[in-house]
């Protein structure tokens, strides 16, 4: 400090400006814009790729929006690729805006992405600093596992602010940050904050300078040369920012021999590098990300809020709490300030940081829930801010399509998730249906299908949307297939046909090309399915891929898409099914009649629709699926759980009385029945929403119950396991009624609906004074008043509603 002072303020010594920064700090880019306006540089240097030294100029443009990353990827292989994040208060981000806005030249030194992408590559280390350093290095990793994450086997060093902050007496690395950074108000010496930082850097080095990353001494080396080379240009008038820890490395001297010999032989592969949209969840460090924070929306909310934060903050807390419908008065945050500057002053702090806010909102405005504080958490600490970029960035051709239909469409990649419900009637609607489908066909999951909460007709879809920066490495690696979404999405369906394995898959892929509106891939799509179709043998298979198959016969209604084609294999396919079903259902064990019980409800659930379809027989192809099921129903040598269900179907579609049903249930539960094999029977039967036809078909349960009554006490536990996960599936009101059954005695009333008497609400004719009693209220729900026409009773008239 006493050579500060002697400096008058400037740094001491002459040399180039080194402005050690923590990435994304709020403080740091505070100080790093005040340093710049007094030092004035001739050019600033700034840790990052040199390839994106041309695409400097686009962060002036007036749709480039922070936060925002450069992403570089490999040409050959555009999965391999890596971030270097920039939020509205990275230091980085703020020196090259002062850069731009001063007409002063700015650079990146860092080592070029065509090493840092093949670095990884060919050996076990990571391109990049993907530790615990939160100094070092901005750069996210790379996609080889997933994009943007930090791979596992990067090696972990010392975290600076761990240390500092641990030799503080801080046991909060944040906190300290906070209070030591954060909270300091702007001095008279713009230098003092980057030299303390520096000898503070220069100590921990030194303490662990075992722990040297050779990928770090690599970086600085050719850091070194560049700044060597920018005093050549512009005199000793050079800015560098860069992250702390390398700086006491970049004020080292090092011979240039030296430095060369660190880079020599170092593997390169071409790469591409452009701007893409980032979003604060990105920034921190829950996802995975070596050099994040943990509240980029708490900072973002420092940097841009210098005047009375804490104030603004708990205003803004409050407004989101109101809009989930809770609460909160103007008094509340009133109060919570004044709580949050309290623990403030106990806890001996400055100000009042994110943890004294987190603490007042808790008590003041959650009521003590941690419910509404999560929420709080993970929008407005974390926060779902997405950045945007200009269109004159570079980007791939299937990227510059994806932008042009998403205006087209109005459908805006968004960072918070959102549903989206869309009506295939519509145009517009169509439109996006087709290509959130055609994305995911190409591996770009922007979009996720959900079940409707409306209709369930093939009119109607429900999407969960959610846009994460590494959809554009996606989008990126697309490209190969095609320079437009249609024609990618043609060619991956028509690649990912022939190479499937499985039936299902093809069955599954054409679904997804009718979803998709894919006409050109079809025939090839078709052609393997025919072609897979006639070689598989196995009904598990062909049960499989019937399903979906059937399914996308629907399709052709709402989406204009011709389906005759399926329409074809589906009937083949399910003709052998019905030949091939009984034979493969014979001595199977519990394991494989289960598996085989999913397949026939899947086919049962497919006969339904393709019996409906116009394309098919009307009728032909359910009565020779109800043919197979009395098969089934009557072999002996079929597992319990097939023929409980086949019967259960049967009676579902009326094919089987409720007195032949009975027969059959009393045949399966007879005492020269195994125990294993009837309770087998019984889960097949009444698994699956069964419940209601033991509480209105008593004769039924009273079978049931006279069987289980009378399971000797050594085979009781063998199939207690088979009843408990039937019974258990039953709601819990189903559960209730039957156990007050059986408690009563089921059957003692007589007749197939249950006694007179007994259990209230269950008898064999309508109890008219008990239903006349819900139809005032019903009345004034649908608003009808006064008497019926005819002078008829009140409510007559609704008695078809009632019923």
């Not at 490999?74 to 690729?81: C, I, Q, W, Y």
């Not at 503080?168 to 001095?187: I, L, N, Q, S, T």
Request: glycine share 12%; net charge negative.
């Amino acid at each position: 400090m006493r050579e500060v002072e002697e400096a008058g303020g400037r740094p001491p010594g002459a040399g180039p400006l080194l402005l050690g920064v923590r990435h994304h700090g709020p403080g740091s880019a505070r100080a790093v814009r005040a340093a710049l306006e007094a030092a004035r540089p001739r050019a600033v240097l700034i840790e990052g790729p040199p390839e994106a030294d041309a695409l400097i100029p686009l962060a002036a443009d007036q749709d480039m929006r922070p936060p925002v990353a450069l992403l570089a990827h490999a040409v050959d292989e555009p999965g391999r690729s890596a971030f270097w994040p920039l939020a509205g208060f990275s230091p980085e981000w703020i020196a090259v805006r002062w850069a731009l806005e001063h007409d002063v030249p700015a650079r990146f030194i860092d080592l070029p992405a065509t090493h840092t992408l093949a670095w990884g590559r060919d050996d076990a280390g990571p391109p990049a600093d993907g530790g615990a350093d939160a100094e070092g290095s901005a750069v996210e990793g790379t996609a080889e596992p997933p994009a943007g994450a930090c791979p596992p086997e990067a090696p972990v060093r010392v975290d600076p602010l761990a240390a500092l902050a641990e030799a503080a007496g801080y046991d909060d690395p944040e906190r300290w940050w906070e209070d030591v950074v954060e909270h300091r108000g702007a001095g008279e010496d713009a230098f003092a904050p980057f030299l303390v930082l520096e000898e503070a850097m220069g100590a921990l080095r030194e303490a662990y300078d075992s722990g040297e990353d050779h990928r770090d001494l690599v970086r600085e080396a050719y850091m070194r040369l560049q700044v060597r080379a920018a005093r050549r240009e512009f005199g000793d008038g050079v800015a560098v920012v860069c992250g702390a820890w390398h700086v006491p490395a970049l004020r080292r001297k090092a011979t240039v021999a030296a430095d060369r010999a660190l880079l020599k032989g170092l593997p390169k592969v071409k790469a591409d590098m452009t701007w893409v949209p980032w979003t604060h969840r990105r920034l921190s460090r829950a996802s995975g990300y070596g050099a994040g924070i943990e509240s980029p929306g708490w900072y973002a909310h420092l940097f841009d809020v210098p005047d009375r934060p804490v104030e603004r903050w708990l205003t803004k807390v409050a407004g989101l709490l109101r809009e989930e419908d809770r609460i909160v008065s103007s008094a509340h945050v009133i109060e919570a300030v004044r709580l949050a500057g309290t623990l403030a002053a106990m806890r001996g702090r400055p100000l009042a940081g994110l943890s004294e806010t987190t603490d007042a909102v808790r008590a003041v405005m959650c009521d003590g829930s941690e419910v509404p504080l999560a929420l709080v958490h993970d929008r407005l600490v974390v926060g779902d801010v997405l950045g945007a970029v200009p269109e004159a960035a570079p980007a791939v051709p299937l990227q510059r399509d994806l932008a042009r239909l998403q205006r087209r469409l109005r459908l805006r990649p968004e960072a918070l998730e959102r549903e989206l419900e869309l009506d295939l009637r519509k145009e517009t609607d169509a439109g996006r249906s087709r290509l959130l489908h055609r994305l995911r066909l190409l591996g770009v999951g922007w979009g996720e299908p959900v079940v409707s909460r409306g209709s369930t007709g093939t009119f109607r879809e429900s999407w969960r949307l959610r846009w994460e920066p590494e959809l554009s490495v996606r989008v990126a690696e697309a490209g190969v297939w095609g320079t437009t979404v249609p024609a990618a999405a043609t060619a991956r369906a028509e690649a990912d046909a022939v190479a499937a394995q499985a039936l299902a898959e093809v069955t599954a892929l054409a679904e997804r090309c009718l979803l998709a509106e894919l006409p050109d891939a079809l025939p090839v799509v078709m052609r393997v399915l025919a072609d897979r179709a006639a070689l598989d043998a196995d009904v598990g298979h062909l049960a499989q891929a019937l399903p979906a198959l059937v399914r996308s016969l629907r399709y052709g209604d709402v989406r204009g898409t011709g389906t005759e084609a399926l329409a074809g294999v589906a009937a083949g396919l399910a003709e052998r099914i019905f030949v091939g079903l009984p034979p493969a259902c014979i001595a199977l064990d519990a394991g494989a009649a289960e598996e085989m019980r999913r397949h026939v409800d899947a086919v049962h659930g497919a006969v339904a629709l393709l019996d409906d379809t116009p394309r098919t027989g009307q009728g032909e192809v359910r009565a020779r699926w109800h043919a197979v099921l009395r098969t089934l129903s009557g072999r002996d040598t079929v597992p319990g759980v097939l023929r409980g269900r086949a019967v259960r179907l049967l009676l579902d579609d009326g094919e089987v009385e409720q007195e032949r049903a009975a027969r059959l249930m009393g045949l399966a539960l007879s005492p020269g029945t195994p125990p294993a094999d009837a309770a087998a029977w019984i889960e097949g039967f009444v698994g699956g929403g069964g419940g209601m036809l033991l509480v209105h078909d008593e004769r039924l349960l009273g079978l049931v119950d006279d069987w289980l009554t009378g399971v000797p006490a050594q085979a009781f536990t063998d199939v207690l396991p088979l009843l408990r996960r039937t019974f258990s599936a039953y709601e819990q009101g189903v559960r209730r009624t039957l156990g007050e059954l059986v408690r009563r005695g089921p059957g003692q009333g007589g007749g197939a609906g249950g006694p007179a008497g007994g259990v209230p609400g269950f008898a064999a004719e309508l109890d008219q004074e008990r239903a006349d009693a819900v139809l005032p209220v019903l009345r004034m729900l649908l608003g009808l008043d006064g008497p019926g026409p005819g002078g008829e009773r009140p409510g007559n008239e609704l008695a078809g509603v009632a019923g």
